[in-house]
Structure formats: structure tokens, C-alpha cells
């Protein structure tokens, strides 16, 4: 049986644009012989639609869609995903399904039956689950849909971290499927593509059934979908294989395939192609054609560049220098050398002069205050301001360039470096921001040695370096990520050998920064836990474990 796989790039609310993507690989896949073409999870509607499923023109559209795409089906089956109307009172209202087409009928609808409500997902808000799932028939064949999460709840694989008591999976094959076909949209993140082909591989070896699992790929909004579609034999061995972080199109012959090794890139390559798929979708779904952004000559704003210009293009990417009094010459320098060696346009607006008015203004009524932080902020705000000004005068996107290292402890300005529509690597830890920025100049040099050497500084006072107020970056990371993603107590990590002070300090800022993360554009998701839609802290609250 040759099945083709559609791994496609959908755009949410796009139906004419999704539709024209199925159709284009369907008609393809037909023209090659398949006898199926399967696409992702929700491949009408886009993924993940979230509240515009409230919105009944929505859903009425995404049903026109699914009857015309029927209307094109021939001989060649067609498995597409799509939103569905509930029947079941009481009951939620819609369904995540998918139907299988042919010959300008609808063979089979399938819903989804396990539905993920933990980290970004939130389905069990919309969706009814699936009460049965049996196979469908298909040309002689019992085909096992499912649809995502279904296929991720295997005993044996989990074990204690399963969540839900049904397996569809398991429940297919005992009802006789002879081929699991599963239509996802699963986010990647840091170690998920190895994941998924433990996982998808373990499945299909117990079961002893050839299983085609069809990834989205794709940026929508703070999610990126890696693609990396997989098609597993009877055995359990890889047969077949979609791009990373790019569409793609399989056909691939269930009784003939021979198996292949799995290969990934390392880390630092397969997060470069994650956010430079992310910034690219975020701007061009959201009608974008350029970016801007402040370059101070630190690390941070070099690798947000050097991911801009690898998603849009040097010339739809303009940099920007503000300096003040406190800008080192070597500072000016680094940014000037980055956007040469990019071959972005780039332009230097002091802030020096509106600094010293500003400050002027507000002499009398800061009279016999010394200066603090506050003369710090004026100067992060004014660059908002200028680059702002930038964005709505040239219609480029201005992007923040912070990590997540800095958003966790509140090292950044509400209002100043804070301003823009994306921020790019704010789920990167500031030691990741270095690996990636030497793995983009593991060939020659494109990011100033300098700027990889030099001390991390917001330069707003004299001699200023992050390490004043910070902890060593290596040791923030490490608790950040002990207290954030692997939710330890504040004695447990002081128990891995952290110094106490270290530790207490750090879980202060960061439970007192909840209200300008909250606050933050939005960023691009790349590690297990992201500050953003994955994780839901109450601002107004009065718990504190230390």
C-alpha cells in the first residue's frame, strides 16, 4: 500500500491557503500512485485555532472547505483533518477530527479521543473526545485513525507518567486495524523529535503494525511545528522520514520500505532552524515583510540579527544603535562590525540629548533624590520609544531581543527593551544564547569575537555588568531551570549543592517578575517549559515557598 504524507505549513483561520496546500499535495500524491494522502492534525482549519473556534463563522467555514476538498477527491483516499460539530448534549460543542475521503464521499469520520489540556495545550476547553474510535475501512483495509495525543499513551512506554486510562492505539488494533495512521500537530521542543521516535517506534514494534504519523510544521504564534514526519514498519524500524523545520512531501510503500537510521543535527542546529522558522511564520502570517531591532553590540541583539537575517532576508532586516553616554566605543564597534558582516542597513541614533531633557524636566520634582535605577530606565525607555517610532514609521516588526534568563529574574525595562511585536530567544538561557552564537560562527566569524568574550552589560551606569546584580549565568541557568522546569523546591536545589543566598535570591526575582512577563511580546517556545502560554502564575498573590 503506497501511502503519500502531506507535510504542509498551514496558517490558522487560512482555509483558501490550507485548502490549495491539501489539494497541491494530494493531486501529487495521486499522480504518484498513493492510495492515500494523509495531512495534519486540524490541516483545514490551522492549529492551534484556540477562540476563534467561538466564532461560528469559523467553523462554518472550515466545513465549507472539507466539502470541497471532497468534491476534488478521486480514486486516491484522502485523510484530512478538520473541525467537527459535537452531536452529544451535554457535551462540549466541537470535535478535533479527521475524515477520510474518496471519490467525492466521505468514507469515515474520526475524532480525537484523548485531549490534551496540560503546558500550551488547552483542547478539553473546545472539544468533545471521541466515545469510540473502530477502524475504517479503506479499499479492503482496516485503517486505525488517530489523531495526535492518541497515539501517546501507551502503559509501557510512560508507564507512571500516563495520563489518561484509554489507549486508542491498543483499542484500534484489538478491533483489527491493520495500519495505525496518525494525523498530528505536535510542537517541538528541545529533545521531542528523539522522543517521539522512541515513542511512535515502540508503539508500532507491540503492536505489530506499520504506523505513518503525519506532522505539522510550522510557526503559529509562540509554537513551532519541526515537521519530521515518521513512517514506522511493522517491526518498529523507521522506514521513512520528513524534513525538519521544512515542508515536505513522502510516499512511501508500506509492503517495500527499508529501514533507515534516524539523524539529527546537534542541539544548537536544530533550535537555529526552530527560530528561524518561528520569526519567519510570525512575521509573514502576521503580514510583516521587515524586522527591526536595537544593536548594542552585546551577544543578546547579535543573535536575534543573525536569526533575522537567516528567516527575512539582510535587506528586510534594519539595526539600529542608540547609544548614550555609557555606550563603550568597542560596544559601537561590535554592532557596527555584525551589521556589516550581515549586510543589514544600519544607522546610529544617540540618545544622549533626549536623556539630558529628559532628566532636566524632571529635576525640580526629583530634587535631593540621587540617581538609581530609575535614570537607568529612562534611558531603556527612550530607545522603546525611538525604535517604536521606527517600527510605525516603516511598518517593520521590531523585535526584543532579551533571554530567558533575564525575563526569568526581571532584568529588563517595562516599556524600554521590553517593546516589540516578537521576542525572539526569550526561551533561551543565556548559555544557550553563547552556544548557538558560536555555532553560527563555527565557520567564520559573524558574530564579533568581542561580543562572545566581553562581560554581559546593559551599559546605563559606569562600568556596569550584569554580574552586579545577578548571579554568575551559569548558576542562574541551573537554577532557573531546577525551579521553573523541573518545579524543585527552593530546599531541594540548595540540597544539589547551590549556595543558599544564590538560590533564595534568584526564586525571589523571579516569583516578583511574573507581572512584566505577563506584560512581554510574545516569544518562540523551544524548551520543555517557556515563560508564556505553558505556564499560568497568578501576578496578584501572596505565596512564597522561601
Same mark, same amino acid.
Given at each position: 500500500?503506497?501511502?503519500?504524507?502531506?507535510?504542509?505549513?498551514?496558517?490558522?483561520?487560512?482555509f483558501a491557503g490550507n485548502r490549495d496546500k491539501i489539494l497541491d499535495a494530494y493531486r501529487r500524491g495521486a499522480q504518484a500512485g498513493a492510495a492515500l494522502v494523509v495531512t495534519p492534525?486540524?490541516?483545514?482549519?490551522?492549529?492551534?485555532?484556540?477562540?476563534?473556534?467561538?466564532?461560528?463563522?469559523?467553523?462554518?467555514?472550515?466545513?465549507?472547505? *472539507?466539502?470541497?476538498?471532497?468534491?476534488?477527491?478521486?480514486?486516491?483516499?484522502?485523510?484530512?483533518?478538520?473541525?467537527?460539530?459535537?452531536?452529544?448534549?451535554?457535551?462540549?460543542?466541537?470535535?478535533?477530527?479527521?475524515?477520510?475521503?474518496?471519490?467525492?464521499?466521505?468514507?469515515?469520520?474520526?475524532?480525537?479521543? =484523548?485531549?490534551?489540556?496540560?503546558?500550551?495545550?488547552? &483542547?478539553?476547553?473546545?472539544?468533545?473526545?471521541?466515545?469510540?474510535?473502530?477502524?475504517?475501512?479503506?479499499?479492503?483495509?482496516?485503517?486505525?485513525?488517530?489523531?495526535?495525543?492518541?497515539?501517546?499513551?501507551?502503559?509501557?512506554?510512560?508507564?507512571?507518567?500516563?495520563?489518561?486510562?484509554?489507549?486508542?492505539?491498543?483499542? *484500534?488494533?484489538?478491533?483489527?486495524?491493520?495500519?495505525?495512521?496518525?494525523?498530528?500537530?505536535?510542537?517541538?521542543? *528541545?529533545?521531542?523529535?528523539?522522543?517521539?521516535?522512541?515513542?511512535?517506534?515502540?508503539?508500532?514494534?507491540?503492536?505489530?503494525?506499520?504506523?505513518?504519523?503525519?506532522?505539522?510544521?510550522?510557526?503559529?504564534?509562540?509554537?513551532?511545528?519541526?515537521?519530521?514526519?515518521?513512517?514506522?514498519?511493522?517491526?518498529?524500524?523507521?522506514?521513512?522520514?520528513?524534513?525538519?523545520?521544512?515542508?515536505?512531501?513522502?510516499?512511501?510503500?508500506?509492503?517495500?520500505?527499508?529501514?533507515?537510521? *534516524?539523524?539529527?543535527?546537534?542541539?544548537?542546529?536544530?533550535?537555529?532552524?526552530?527560530?528561524?522558522?518561528?520569526?519567519?511564520?510570525y512575521l509573514h502570517k502576521c503580514g510583516f515583510r521587515s524586522a527591526l531591532l536595537g544593536l548594542s553590540g552585546g551577544i543578546d541583539s547579535a543573535l536575534t540579527a543573525c536569526l533575522a537575517?537567516?528567516?527575512?532576508?539582510?535587506?528586510?532586516?534594519?539595526?539600529?544603535?542608540?547609544?548614550?553616554?555609557?555606550?563603550?566605543?568597542?560596544?559601537?564597534?561590535?554592532?557596527?562590525?555584525?551589521?556589516?558582516?550581515?549586510?543589514?542597513?544600519?544607522?546610529?541614533?544617540?540618545?544622549?540629548?533626549?536623556?539630558?531633557?529628559?532628566?532636566?524636566? =524632571?529635576?525640580?520634582?526629583?530634587?535631593?533624590?540621587?540617581?538609581?535605577?530609575?535614570? &537607568?530606565?529612562?534611558?531603556?525607555?527612550?530607545?522603546?520609544?525611538?525604535?517604536?517610532?521606527?517600527?510605525?514609521?516603516?511598518?517593520?516588526?521590531?523585535?526584543?531581543?532579551?533571554?530567558?534568563?533575564?525575563?526569568?529574574?526581571?532584568?529588563?525595562?517595562?516599556?524600554?527593551?521590553?517593546?516589540?511585536?516578537?521576542?525572539?530567544?526569550?526561551?533561551?538561557?543565556?548559555?544557550?544564547?553563547?552556544?548557538?552564537?558560536?555555532?553560527?560562527?563555527?565557520?567564520?566569524?559573524?558574530?564579533?569575537?568581542?561580543?562572545?568574550?566581553?562581560?554581559?552589560?546593559?551599559?546605563?551606569?559606569?562600568?556596569?555588568?550584569?554580574?552586579?546584580?545577578?548571579?554568575?549565568?551559569?548558576?542562574?541557568?541551573?537554577?532557573?531551570?531546577?525551579?521553573?522546569?523541573?518545579?524543585?523546591?527552593?530546599?531541594?536545589?540548595?540540597?544539589?549543592?547551590?549556595? &543558599?543566598?544564590?538560590?533564595?535570591?534568584?526564586?525571589?526575582?523571579?516569583?516578583?517578575?511574573?507581572?512584566?512577563?505577563?506584560?512581554?511580546?510574545?516569544?518562540?517556545?523551544?524548551?520543555?517549559?517557556?515563560?508564556?502560554?505553558?505556564?499560568?502564575?497568578?501576578?496578584?498573590?501572596?505565596?512564597?515557598?522561601?
Amino acid at each position: 500500500m503506497k501511502i503519500a504524507l502531506a507535510q504542509i505549513n498551514t496558517t490558522i483561520g487560512d482555509f483558501a491557503g490550507n485548502r490549495d496546500k491539501i489539494l497541491d499535495a494530494y493531486r501529487r500524491g495521486a499522480q504518484a500512485g498513493a492510495a492515500l494522502v494523509v495531512t495534519p492534525e486540524l490541516a483545514i482549519a490551522g492549529y492551534p485555532p484556540r477562540d476563534l473556534l467561538l466564532r461560528p463563522a469559523f467553523v462554518a467555514g472550515n466545513l465549507r472547505t *472539507l466539502e470541497e476538498l471532497g468534491d476534488a477527491t478521486g480514486a486516491a483516499g484522502l485523510v484530512v483533518g478538520f473541525v467537527g460539530r459535537s452531536q452529544l448534549r451535554p457535551g462540549r460543542e466541537f470535535t478535533n477530527s479527521v475524515a477520510l475521503l474518496q471519490n467525492g464521499q466521505v468514507l469515515a469520520i474520526r475524532s480525537k479521543t =484523548l485531549l490534551p489540556t496540560y503546558d500550551v495545550f488547552d &483542547e478539553d476547553r473546545y472539544f468533545e473526545p471521541a466515545a469510540e474510535n473502530p477502524p475504517a475501512n479503506f479499499d479492503g483495509r482496516a485503517l486505525g485513525l488517530t489523531i495526535c495525543e492518541d497515539i501517546w499513551n501507551d502503559e509501557d512506554f510512560w508507564r507512571d507518567r500516563r495520563r489518561y486510562r484509554k489507549n486508542p492505539t491498543r483499542e *484500534l488494533v484489538k478491533a483489527g486495524a491493520e495500519v495505525i495512521l496518525n494525523c498530528s500537530a505536535s510542537p517541538w521542543q *528541545l529533545g521531542k523529535t528523539k522522543t517521539r521516535f522512541d515513542m511512535v517506534g515502540s508503539v508500532a514494534a507491540k503492536t505489530g503494525r506499520p504506523i505513518v504519523y503525519c506532522n505539522l510544521v510550522g510557526g503559529n504564534d509562540d509554537l513551532v511545528f519541526d515537521g519530521n514526519s515518521m513512517v514506522f514498519d511493522a517491526r518498529g524500524r523507521l522506514v521513512a522520514k520528513g524534513a525538519a523545520f521544512a515542508e515536505d512531501f513522502l510516499m512511501v510503500d508500506l509492503d517495500q520500505a527499508q529501514p533507515m537510521e *534516524l539523524v539529527e543535527g546537534c542541539e544548537e542546529e536544530q533550535v537555529y532552524h526552530a527560530l528561524v522558522l518561528g520569526l519567519r511564520d510570525y512575521l509573514h502570517k502576521c503580514g510583516f515583510r521587515s524586522a527591526l531591532l536595537g544593536l548594542s553590540g552585546g551577544i543578546d541583539s547579535a543573535l536575534t540579527a543573525c536569526l533575522a537575517v537567516a528567516a527575512l532576508g539582510p535587506q528586510n532586516v534594519h539595526g539600529i544603535s542608540l547609544p548614550s553616554q555609557f555606550s563603550s566605543q568597542g560596544s559601537l564597534d561590535d554592532a557596527r562590525a555584525l551589521a556589516a558582516n550581515l549586510g543589514i542597513r544600519y544607522d546610529v541614533i544617540p540618545i544622549q540629548k533626549p536623556f539630558e531633557a529628559v532628566k532636566a524636566e =524632571l529635576k525640580d520634582i526629583f530634587a535631593g533624590r540621587p540617581e538609581d535605577v530609575t535614570e &537607568e530606565n529612562i534611558q531603556a525607555r527612550l530607545r522603546g520609544v525611538t525604535l517604536m517610532a521606527l517600527s510605525n514609521k516603516f511598518g517593520s516588526l521590531l523585535l526584543t531581543t532579551g533571554n530567558k534568563s533575564e525575563s526569568a529574574v526581571g532584568y529588563c525595562t517595562l516599556y524600554g527593551d521590553m517593546c516589540g511585536g516578537l521576542s525572539v530567544i526569550s526561551d533561551l538561557p543565556k548559555q544557550m544564547v553563547y552556544r548557538l552564537s558560536r555555532w553560527i560562527n563555527r565557520e567564520r566569524e559573524i558574530i564579533p569575537q568581542s561580543s562572545l568574550a566581553k562581560a554581559p552589560s546593559a551599559e546605563l551606569r559606569p562600568n556596569q555588568t550584569d554580574q552586579d546584580s545577578l548571579p554568575p549565568y551559569d548558576t542562574l541557568d541551573a537554577i532557573l531551570e531546577a525551579y521553573v522546569v523541573e518545579c524543585k523546591s527552593a530546599a531541594e536545589i540548595i540540597a544539589a549543592g547551590f549556595n &543558599e543566598a544564590d538560590v533564595r535570591r534568584v526564586i525571589r526575582l523571579i516569583d516578583l517578575s511574573e507581572y512584566k512577563r505577563r506584560q512581554a511580546a510574545p516569544g518562540l517556545k523551544v524548551t520543555s517549559k517557556a515563560f508564556g502560554v505553558g505556564r499560568r502564575i497568578p501576578i496578584a498573590q501572596r505565596y512564597r515557598e522561601i
